[in-house]
């Protein structure tokens, strides 16, 4: 399968601990977002990056939340001192960008985060 | 900022009677316009695009949007709705100015029914 993946699909934690998720991008792709989405909700940005570098951070992105994408290539997402309102469902997209063309992003199939 | 709406929260609509998804938007520059499905347990899924050129797209799964400019709106359709078109649809926005962040509305649930 050579799309978005994300690691792992479900993750259950106890409010006050750390959780690390991972996306591996499709490979040639320079361009990497998460988003969170709630129920019923439409997926919110929280941030970017363009190969290595983290360009962008929504400020939904508090200071408990980290994101690093080292070489470019997959990208992980820290959560520290969970909250019950961290439970949502984290996705991960990619696309490549280049010459200034606009193209769609691929999803991953999320990180669904309950947080108890 | 840019920002979506999709007014209907749920379409239902009869297998093989044409569906429309409706989705305004509203955006600084030139829009960029999205739609996107999502099935149970699965990503979104990437439909169609308006970037520019003509007003009318043709998508994945026999999916069409139109663009109109004056109205700011994208709305989604397909002639023949089949029941496995049943799912959770979303349309989403970038900003010519703004070109980093793909805003997404909250979703229209489409049900078809046999």
């Known amino acids: 399968d050579t799309g978005v993946s994300q690691d792992p699909r479900h993750k259950i934690t106890k409010r006050g601990q750390n959780v690390t998720f991972r996306c591996d991008p499709i490979?040639?792709?320079?361009?990497l977002y998460w988003y969170r989405q709630t129920l019923g909700q439409g997926p919110e940005f929280l941030t970017y990056?363009?190969?290595?570098?983290?360009?962008?951070k929504s400020r939904l992105l508090s200071d408990r939340f980290s994101a690093e994408r080292p070489k470019g290539s997959f990208s992980t997402l820290e959560i520290q001192r969970t909250e019950q309102g961290d439970s949502a469902m984290y996705l991960c997209?990619?696309?490549?960008?280049?010459?200034?063309?606009?193209?769609?992003?691929?999803f991953g199939q999320g990180t669904r985060l309950t947080v108890v | 900022a840019q920002s979506v709406a999709q007014p209907e929260d749920q379409v239902n609509v009869a297998e093989g009677n044409p569906l429309t998804v409706k989705c305004t938007y509203s955006?600084?520059?030139?829009?960029?316009l999205f739609w996107y499905v999502q099935y149970p347990n699965r990503g979104l899924q990437f439909l169609l695009k308006?970037?520019?050129?003509?007003?009318l797209v043709k998508g994945s799964y026999g999916f069409e949007a139109e663009f109109n400019k004056s109205q700011t709106s994208f709305h989604l359709k397909k002639p023949s709705a089949l029941v496995s078109d049943s799912a959770l649809y979303f349309c989403?926005?970038?900003?010519?100015?703004?070109?980093?962040?793909?805003?997404f509305g909250a979703g229209t649930r489409l049900t078809v029914k046999p």
């Open positions: 989403a926005v970038r900003d010519q100015y703004n070109n980093n962040d793909m805003r």
């Open positions: 990056f363009q190969n290595e570098a983290q360009l962008e």
């Open positions: 997209a990619s696309s490549l960008e280049a010459g200034g063309a606009v193209t769609e992003a691929f």
């Open positions: 308006y970037i520019t050129g003509d007003n």
């Open positions: 955006v600084s520059g030139n829009p960029y």
């Open positions: 490979s040639e792709h320079n361009r």
